[in-house]
């Protein structure tokens, strides 16, 4: 396997008020015989104020296993809760795609046969680029004339609506408090479905209280009255945040760190004193160790056949 970390932007193509050094970047999984593999773009979830480990490397191992060609995204987010993303993690999961694809033949990847897979914010983040793909330009004459139109997407407990059903911390970390109804209603994505939007494979728990399964069911409805193919598996129980949903999940193996690397740089800020943390972001993290103190994670053998539901959908879309 070669794995390696590309920066998707060069310098002074790149900038968020609290990046602090961070620049997005893609790390690969690759099989080092040099044929040429369909591939699977990892977007790892986090509502948009964080970047899951538990959601990249193990996802990206998982379907490398399966004969793909995988890359795990560390995309802009607002950890702070201070700077609204607006469309910079479009723009990144846009630039992420037209790079691979720029480098198909090094990264031995075939160009037609690309697909994003997100997780709960991550989800939405792939979501939006396949129903915004003709809204996201590239400046780099290097990149503009390469597709950023994936191929398929696969969208684990995504986050969808900005409607009822709403998981309200992520579109607060992407639009701010005073989003307007316009940007509302551009990233409620159930609303933004056409004819051209990507085959998409989407599963979800019935349990899950943090992002409800609703917000799957409206982005399958709005597919299947465009005309889109698309499979959908709701599971019988589960919480949010499953990842695989497997023993290695459960006992936290190839959890690499690097998906926090924004956290990092933003931290060594804070700690130095430049930056000072919201106090109500405070409060939302102690809240949070409250509830996740001495949480334990338990697989759940049901969910964990999603990746194979999930390749067959792939394959049978290539036969189509």
């Not at 396997?1 to 790390?27: L, R």
């Not at 004969?67 to 993303?85: D, E």
């Not at 085959?199 to 019935?206: R, S």
Request: aromatic share 10%; glycine share 8%; hydrophobic share 35%.
């Amino acid at each position: 396997m070669k794995t390696e970390s590309y920066k998707i932007w060069q310098p002074g193509e790149y900038s968020y008020d609290h990046a602090f050094g961070f620049v997005p970047n893609i790390v690969s999984y690759i099989h080092e015989d040099d044929v040429k593999r369909p591939c699977i773009l990892v977007v790892p979830g986090g509502a948009y104020c964080v970047v899951a480990p538990s959601e990249g490397e193990l996802v990206a191992r998982k379907f490398y296993e399966k004969g793909y060609q995988t890359f795990v995204l560390t995309y802009t987010v607002n950890f702070l809760q201070s700077v609204p993303l607006k469309l910079q993690p479009l723009k990144d999961i846009s630039r992420a795609v037209r790079y691979i694809r720029k480098n198909a033949d090094a990264f031995a990847v075939i160009e037609d046969e690309l697909t994003v897979c997100g997780f709960s914010a991550g989800g939405h983040l792939c979501g939006s680029l396949c129903v915004h793909y003709e809204d996201i330009g590239d400046n780099s004459a290097e990149y503009s004339g390469i597709s950023n139109r994936p191929d398929s997407a696969i969208l684990s407990y995504p986050v969808i609506t900005s409607g009822d059903g709403a998981h309200r911390g992520s579109f607060v970390a992407l639009l701010g408090e005073g989003a307007s109804a316009e940007e509302l209603e551009y990233m409620s994505l159930e609303k933004q479905v056409t004819e051209q939007t990507p085959p998409c494979f989407l599963w979800a728990t019935a349990t899950d209280e943090t992002v409800p399964v609703e917000n799957s069911e409206m982005y399958v409805r709005a597919c299947r009255e465009k005309g889109v193919p698309c499979a959908f598996h709701m599971f019988t129980r589960g919480k949010h945040g499953l990842s695989l949903a497997d023993e290695d999940w459960a006992n936290g193996v190839h959890m690499s760190l690097y998906t926090e690397e924004q956290l990092v740089c933003v931290m060594r800020k804070v700690k130095s004193g430049e930056v000072t943390v919201p106090e109500r972001v405070r409060a939302e993290w102690e809240e949070q160790e409250k509830r996740h103190a001495g949480e334990v994670r338990v697989p759940e053998p049901e969910v964990t056949v999603w990746p194979e539901l999930a390749d067959a959908f792939l394959k049978n879309l290539k036969e189509r």
